[in-house]
């Protein structure tokens, strides 16, 4: 029951890894899988998990995005870019594999200890898939930030487009805890996943213009397929 939620991330950062040319972002995923494993043992020993649950979205989506993704995103990251000494090709190309690891130890992590009852299929299965979207798609926002021309309302855009990547699967989240119709988060979650996996395909081949947030929307050429498919149907 546990083992997709436990090997999907990691599988993932095997098949990145396998695919990247530049071995040199192993030991960045090893530092990740590392400092993850020691942050989730503090946590362990010096705190409780469990959290009480209370009503209201927007008091639980902070709780989440702060817990679950703002915090463990900042911190991890800007402690590697303040240790490395890499020029910003690498520190780009870093980002992916050292939180996929993390994540990979910490989302399991945080699943398994922080409830009581029985486990919903969203933690199990929808929360693997939606976290490992928000780090490939704000990965992608990341190298487009880091890019050389990246500025004035270009770079803003891409400020938004990575604030939107990691606010919303928390709010995704926050709207499956409170109970809302499960046709709600389900719509979300869906959609969140499209365009990360649309932004993903394009970039891996290199079908995109760099100055256009475009490359999270599918290509016209798999819309007129959809629309031919609909006229059929």
């Given at each position: 029951m546990y083992l997709f939620l436990i090997v999907f991330m990691p599988l993932s950062l095997v098949w990145y890894l396998i695919r990247e040319k530049d071995k040199a972002v192993i030991p960045v995923a090893i530092a990740g899988a590392l400092s993850s494993i020691v942050f989730c043992a503090f946590k362990a020993f010096f705190s409780f998990s469990y959290r009480t649950p209370r009503a209201g979205f927007f008091v639980n989506y902070a709780y989440i995005l702060l817990a679950y993704t703002l915090i463990p995103v900042a911190a991890v990251y800007l402690v590697f870019l303040v240790l490395s000494k890499d020029d910003d090709t690498f520190l780009v190309k870093s980002y992916f594999p050292l939180l996929c690891a993390f994540f990979s130890v910490y989302l399991p992590y945080t699943v398994l200890s922080g409830s009581r009852s029985a486990y919903s299929a969203f933690e199990l299965f929808c929360k693997p898939l939606l976290y490992t979207a928000?780090?490939?798609?704000?990965?992608?926002?990341?190298?487009?930030l880091y890019r050389r021309g990246t500025t004035g309302k270009r770079l803003f855009i891409w400020i938004l487009a990575l604030a939107l990547s990691l606010f919303v699967p928390a709010?995704?989240?926050a709207a499956w805890f409170i109970g809302l119709a499960f046709f709600v988060p389900l719509a979300l979650f869906g959609a969140y996943v499209f365009f990360?996996?649309?932004?993903?395909?394009?970039?891996?081949?290199?079908?995109?213009?760099?100055?256009?947030i475009s490359i999270f929307l599918p290509k016209k050429s798999f819309l007129k397929i959809i629309q031919r498919v609909n006229l059929q149907i």
């Open positions: 928000m780090l490939v798609s704000s990965a992608i926002c990341v190298f487009f709010a995704i989240e990360s996996a649309c932004g993903a395909v394009r970039f891996l081949r290199g079908d995109f213009q760099e100055e256009s």
